[in-house]
């Protein structure tokens, strides 16, 4: 059975940084391209980042891009995401999701499995 389990989640001052973890356990981890997402109340999921496992390349969304880092390291089977200079529009549950696949990485329909989420609230 395959599980995702995110972490690092807090309530966090306007400016400040975060690191998420994500532990996957019931696939072979370095084969799985691995993203996160967030979804905020009365707002759909959004894509936040991601991370092939063929080459290792990363996507952002642009909301993101130069404050976030996504990495992984296959040997603790764990995907994380670097949070700085965060805003109070970042306030959202993120989750962690893997795929098969290696492109095509914005797209949530293209995800096997699904973590349940970490809170993040950032305070103005």
């Known amino acids: 059975q395959v599980h995702l389990l995110e972490s690092g989640g807090r309530l966090v001052q306007t400016g400040g940084s975060l690191r998420l973890s994500c532990t996957v356990s019931?696939?072979?981890?370095?084969?799985?391209?691995m993203a996160w997402f967030r979804r905020t109340q009365g707002n759909g999921r959004e894509f936040v980042a991601g991370?092939?496992?063929?080459?290792?390349?990363?996507k952002y969304s642009d909301s993101v891009k130069g404050r976030f880092t996504i990495s992984r390291d296959n040997e603790k089977n764990t995907v994380f995401l670097q949070m700085d200079s965060l805003k109070p529009e970042d306030t959202a549950l993120y989750s962690c999701?893997?795929?098969?696949?290696?492109?095509?990485?914005?797209?949530?329909?293209?995800?096997?499995?699904w973590g349940q989420g970490t809170q993040v609230t950032v305070s103005p």
């Open positions: 019931g696939l072979r981890f370095r084969l799985y391209s």
């Open positions: 991370i092939s496992y063929r080459d290792g390349s990363r």
């Open positions: 999701a893997s795929t098969g696949r290696y492109n095509d990485l914005p797209s949530a329909h293209i995800y096997d499995y």
